[in-house]
């Protein structure tokens, strides 16, 4: 068996198979991206035939990312957008990648996910992180504080106490004696026995990689913009990890830019109106993502050029070929027990033809490493 590879475990709600001849499980991470001529309308039906696609072919989750105010983005209310993706799929895993906990009362988390799981028993996942997914005044706004500081990360101690909170909503478990006794998720324990959703921690530096890893929970990591914090974030989380109810061993998974192409020159050409978005979002002028024709025209100055290039080298992209090379080795890097994959361009199809193409050079459709290892 391959190094890094893992085998699902009878009714692991956590850890995957890998499939086909990929290092690790494959997943989609997906923003729900809105390009310039397009409509969040639009967007929203690509993402179902997306999460379509992704089920056919092998991909073991498809996680929703919470973001707001930003005109090219129409994931603001990933539960809202899971429950259309339930309704429309049968066996893939579904989850946030992730919600916003501080964004949020925990109780009005706890019954968003409780419905979710009730619509799509044992297939979906709470991925939480403690960023705002968004630019201060709009977190000030959904957080009805004023306190614009709390986008830079002020704050940041309340969120394990928010946690705990929740998984205590979750759970139906709050102690005699505490405020919330006879309040209850629902739906939720109070109703009957009930599973839940596993919590995941999100984050993009060594905050919830450690907290991840003292609580005994799965760990997912930012790759796609902040691949230098990568490494050592995983490594904090596997020395910080003590075995839990959840997981006896760490299992992290990192979120990668990643977009291939039947040609390596479309795919750089797609690449770049993700780049450009970004390079606008960077410097207060966010808009849809704009087309590949527009990305090849604009002037862009040395200092542009330099943002761009630079975010450019962390998106693995390419032919199918390049691209599987580049998942390998990246995979390889950082003992990732799991690749979640974004492509955050202009068009919809190349989107969704990037998945396919990953699919089909990495087999995902065909065995999985479960059944190799069997035989």
Known sequence: MAAGRTVEAPGDPV?????????????????????????????????????????????????????????????????????????????????????????????????????????????????????????????????????????????????????????????????????????????????GPAARPPIWLLGSSGFSARLAGVLGLPFAFA????????????????????????????????????????????ARRQVLTGALAMLRLRTGSPGLIPTPDEAEAHAFTPLEREFTDGWMSNVVHGTPDAVRAGLDALQKRTGADELMLTANVHGGEQRLRSYELIAEVYELAGQTSAEVVQN
Do not use: C, K
């Open 223 to 266: 790759h796609h913009f902040s691949a230098q914090n990568t490494v050592p974030a995983l490594d904090l989380y596997r020395e910080s990890f003590r075995p839990s109810a959840v997981l006896s061993s760490p299992y992290a998974l990192i979120g990668v830019a990643a977009l291939a192409a039947d040609d390596e020159r479309e």
């Open 15 to 191: 850890r995957a198979t890998a499939r086909g001849t990929a290092p690790v499980p494959l997943s989609v991470l997906d923003l729900v991206t809105v390009g310039a001529g397009s409509t969040a309308a639009d967007s929203l039906r690509t993402s179902v035939r997306l999460a379509g696609l992704a089920e056919a072919n092998g991909y073991h989750r498809h996680w929703v990312a919470e973001h707001h105010s930003m005109p090219g983005v129409a994931s603001s209310s990933p539960a809202v957008i899971l429950a259309h993706l339930a309704a429309h799929t049968r066996r893939i895993r579904l989850g946030s990648g992730g919600v916003m906990l501080p964004n949020h009362a925990p109780l009005v988390i706890a019954e968003q996910f409780g419905t979710l799981e009730a619509l799509a028993p044992g297939r979906v996942d709470l991925g939480l992180g403690r960023a705002p997914g968004t630019d201060g005044g709009t977190a000030a706004a959904l957080r009805r504080t004023g306190r614009t500081g709390e986008a830079r990360g002020e704050g940041a101690e309340d969120f394990p106490q928010q946690l705990a909170e929740l998984t205590r909503f979750l759970d139906d478990d709050f102690p005699d004696g505490h405020p919330y006794t006879r309040i209850h998720a629902v739906p939720g324990p109070v109703q």
